[in-house]
């Protein structure tokens, strides 16, 4: 199983630290031979020409850590990005970079909204 942990679209603001983790098990010593991260169809790594990213990744017995870091995200940042471990299905998130406070603020009130929503469903039942 591969998931990259949190939602599955995210929103930031332009500017921040994109911080993505990936978490992969499998069965004990059986780890992937690689793990790669992309940016829609493009391979991205800390030699990637867009510069400013960070990859680690961690293995332990029964499963294994990676994380990416874009630092000082455009809004070129925008779109898909997987986690591809050799011989396992990758996982998927969607990141949408925002240009400022005004576009989280919207961004906040609709995921409010739907939590209260959610939350006074769950309350009538």
Not at 26 to 32: A, E
Not at 94 to 100: D, E, I, M, P, R
């Amino acid at each position: 199983m591969v998931l990259i942990e949190g939602p599955m679209e995210r929103y930031i603001q332009r500017g921040s630290v994109l911080a993505l983790t990936c978490v992969i098990h499998h069965p004990r010593g059986q780890p992937p031979n690689q793990v790669l991260w992309f940016h829609g169809t493009i391979n991205i790594d800390y030699d990637s020409p867009r510069g400013g990213i960070s990859v680690q990744t961690e293995i332990f017995p029964k499963r294994t850590i990676s994380k990416v870091i874009v630092s000082n995200v455009k809004k070129s940042d925008t779109g898909e990005y997987s986690c591809s471990p050799s011989d396992y299905t990758p996982a998927v998130t969607y990141v949408h970079v925002q240009n400022g406070q005004q576009d989280a603020a919207v961004q906040q009130v609709g995921l409010s909204s739907a939590l209260l929503s959610s939350s006074r469903s769950q309350l009538i039942m």
